[in-house]
T-cell receptor, first 111, second 115 residues
Framework: RKEVEQDPGPFNVPEGATVAFNCTYS??????FFWYRQDCRKEPKLLMS???SGNEDGRFTAQLNRASQYISLLIRDSKLSDSATYLC????????????FGSGTRLQVQP | DAGVIQSPRHEVTEMGQEVTLRCKPI?????LFWYRQTMMRGLELLIY????????DSGMPEDRFSAKMPNASFSTLKIQPSEPRDSAVYFC?????????????FGPGTRLTVL
């Protein structure tokens, strides 16, 4: 099983729609999780961290389900500018600073 | 403030040639990471340094790849000899010296094409 798995998509949604992505991870000891966003032909950038209690930032909500070992990202009221690839990220090992990136889920918001 | 700087931005070379990619991390950051991204394999960690010391190079594909960090403000990734399968985007990222902080700041990447 891969350390981090994501549905590659693409998810094609109309503007204003709500869309959710899931990501599963294999290391049950993982404590912290992140979502990064990568625009086409650009570098990845941190979108938000995922805390045990969940995390909300405007239209974006990230949640963690430890029992099932998955994290989710919910985007409400999708904008054209949300079109990008969303990477699920898990620390490589407890106490170390390296990260394992999922292969990403591509979102295309259409007018 | 300047972000992570990488050079060159694009490199086209022929199989067998030596390729050197360069990275300048954000000033004050003490961890530096080299990644490779391809459509097939996604974003893969090659090696990372902490305080200029290589911590984990298990992601380096083979002996043709080498990385150095002679000081806190400069790192190189060298491929010698290069092969067509090395074609990818190579990213450098850095993080500041704060415990538990995992945000990595990526450079714009070097797009390498080996013919």
């Amino acid at each position: 099983r891969k350390e981090v798995e994501q549905d590659p998509g693409p998810f094609n949604v109309p503007e204003g729609a709500t869309v959710a992505f899931n990501c599963t991870y294999s290391n049950s000891a993982s404590q912290s999780f992140f979502w990064y966003r990568q625009d086409c032909r650009k570098e990845p950038k941190l979108l938000m961290s995922v805390y045990s209690s969940g995390n909300e930032d405007g239209r974006f909500t990230a949640q963690l389900n430890r029992a099932s070992q998955y994290i989710s990202l919910l985007i409400r009221d999708s904008k054209l500018s949300d079109s990008a690839t969303y990477l699920c990220v898990v620390p490589l090992d407890t106490g170390r600073r390296a990260l394992t990136f999922g292969s990403g889920t591509r979102l295309q918001v259409q007018p | 403030d300047a972000g992570v700087i990488q050079s060159p931005r694009h490199e086209v070379t022929e199989m067998g040639q030596e390729v050197t990619l360069r990275c300048k991390p954000i000033s004050g950051h003490n961890s530096l990471f080299w990644y490779r991204q391809t459509m097939m394999r996604g974003l893969e960690l090659l090696i990372y340094f902490n305080n200029n010391v290589p911590i984990d190079d298990s992601g380096m594909p083979e002996d043709r790849f080498s990385a150095k960090m002679p000081n806190a403000s400069f790192s190189t990734l060298k491929i010698q000899p290069s092969e067509p399968r090395d074609s990818a985007v190579y990213f450098c990222a850095s993080t500041p010296p704060l415990a538990g902080l995992h945000e990595q700041f990526f450079g714009p990447g070097t797009r390498l094409t080996v013919l």
